[in-house]
Each structure stands twice: as structure tokens, then as C-alpha cells.
């Protein structure tokens, strides 16, 4: 069954240090991976995504993410955090191909939730 | 460019009532989908809309109705309320691909229901 594991409900980092929120996936097939952020009381904005190719990927406001198949994982990452970084963040899998493809749903994880001191 | 709008943005019912979440998929966008968002947890998909049929359905009860226009716009039906619908409801819209490599989706601000 395909599911997404964000082990940490919530992580506190100082304003300016480094972040790593992690990702574990479980699917049945070639997976395409997303992160999403979603700010209090709004809807999900779309930060980095990874289908094929090069496995680090570059998203918006300084994230990235990297796919290690070997891990079944899609940790995301930033070198230095801002205050407006605080949000809730979610890993999510989808538009598989292949023999029982869920084609074009989203399975996401249960979030992180990002706290940041100034 | 617009984005993916949807509407109302909050909304009160009580239980047994029936309600229509409505969504405009981004500029150039054919597919819409629905999903569930419970407080403290993840968005569920429940279901997805291309060519004006359900393309694609999560593990919703019939209740959950939807509808795609030929303009690609997108409604949700939710028939008889329970306490336990009240939940953001997001809509996403994305460009079909034939070959089936990654379609993104992009997300609304959603509509906040609260069934009483």
C-alpha cells in the first residue's frame, strides 16, 4: 500500500540555522515526490517536486529536497531559516504509471509543523 | 495569471444539511481534484475530475458527490452532514498528461467547513 511517513510532528530551529525535514515513502512503483507548504488557515503552495533525473532537487525560497531510492526517502532541506519559514510542511507521492496506477492522486503524510526562534 | 480560486471560504452547517464547494482550476488547467483536509492531518484525496468524469475516487462515502463543467470548473457535494465533514477542503487542478509522467497539482486557499 502506498503511504508517506514525516516522523517529526514538529521541529523548533533558531533563525538562521539549518533544516532537514524528512520524508519515507512506501509505493509499488516509480514514485513522483512533492513538497508542499501551507501557512495558517491557507491552502497548499507547491515547493519543489521531483520525477526523474538529477535526484537533488531545487524548489522556491531557498529549499531542496533530495530522492535516495535506496532509502525511500525525499528529505527537504534549507541551509539557513527565516522567520517567514514557519509553516506546516508536507511530503506527498502520486502520479505513478504502471499496472494499478493511482494516477494523479496524492498521498500525503501527516505534516511537520515548523516553529522558528528568532 | 490566476491561480486556483474556490469558494466560499468558510462555511457553517449543521449536521444532515447539504452543502457545494466550488473551485476554478489555474489558467490552462483540464483536471481538478478534491481532498480533505482534518485538522492536525494530511490532505485525503477523494476524488478527481477530468473531461467531466470522475477519473479517479478515494475512500469516501457516496455522499461525496462532485461535478467538472465543461469550463473545467469543478463542484463538491457533501449530503447529509455529519460532525465528522467538518474539515478545509482543498481543491487542487493540474494539466492531464497522456503519458502519465507527472502531473503537478496546484492547490486553492480552500473552504473551511464546520458542520455543527
Known amino acids: 500500500a502506498q503511504s508517506v511517513t514525516q516522523p517529526d510532528i514538529h521541529i523548533t530551529v533558531s533563525e538562521g540555522a539549518s533544516l532537514e525535514l524528512r520524508c519515507n515513502y512506501s509505493?509499488?512503483?516509480?514514485?513522483?515526490l512533492f513538497w508542499y507548504v501551507q501557512s495558517p488557515g491557507q491552502g497548499l503552495q507547491l515547493l519543489l517536486k521531483?520525477?526523474?533525473?538529477?535526484?537533488l532537487v531545487q524548489g522556491i525560497k531557498g529549499f531542496e529536497a533530495e530522492f535516495k531510492r535506496s532509502q525511500s526517502s525525499f528529505n527537504l532541506r534549507k541551509p539557513s531559516v527565516h522567520w517567514s519559514d514557519a509553516a506546516e510542511y508536507f511530503c506527498?507521492?502520486?502520479?505513478?504509471?504502471?499496472?494499478?496506477?493511482?494516477?494523479?492522486?496524492?498521498?500525503f503524510g501527516r505534516g511537520t509543523q515548523l516553529t522558528v526562534w528568532p | 495569471d490566476a491561480g486556483v480560486t474556490q469558494s466560499p471560504t468558510h462555511l457553517i452547517k449543521t449536521r444532515g444539511q447539504q452543502v457545494t464547494l466550488r473551485c476554478s482550476p489555474k489558467?490552462?488547467?483540464?483536471?481538478v481534484s478534491w481532498y480533505q483536509q482534518a485538522l492536525g492531518q494530511g490532505p485525503q484525496f477523494i476524488f478527481q475530475?477530468?473531461?467531466?468524469?470522475?477519473?479517479q475516487r478515494g475512500n469516501f462515502p457516496d455522499r461525496f458527490s462532485g461535478h467538472q463543467f465543461p469550463n473545467y470548473s469543478s463542484e463538491l457535494n457533501v449530503n447529509a452532514l455529519l460532525l465528522g465533514d467538518s474539515a478545509l477542503y482543498l481543491c487542487?487542478?493540474?494539466?492531464?498528461?497522456?503519458?502519465?509522467?507527472?502531473?503537478?497539482?496546484?492547490f486553492g486557499p480552500g473552504t473551511r467547513l464546520l458542520v455543527l
Open positions: 487542487a487542478s493540474s494539466l492531464f498528461v497522456a503519458s502519465g509522467d507527472g502531473e503537478t497539482q496546484y
Open positions: 509505493y509499488g512503483a516509480t514514485p513522483y
Open positions: 521531483y520525477f526523474s533525473g538529477d535526484t
Open positions: 506527498a507521492v502520486g502520479g505513478l504509471k504502471g499496472r494499478g496506477s493511482t494516477l494523479g492522486r496524492l498521498y
Open positions: 489558467s490552462g488547467h483540464d483536471t
Open positions: 475530475y477530468y473531461e467531466e468524469e470522475e477519473r
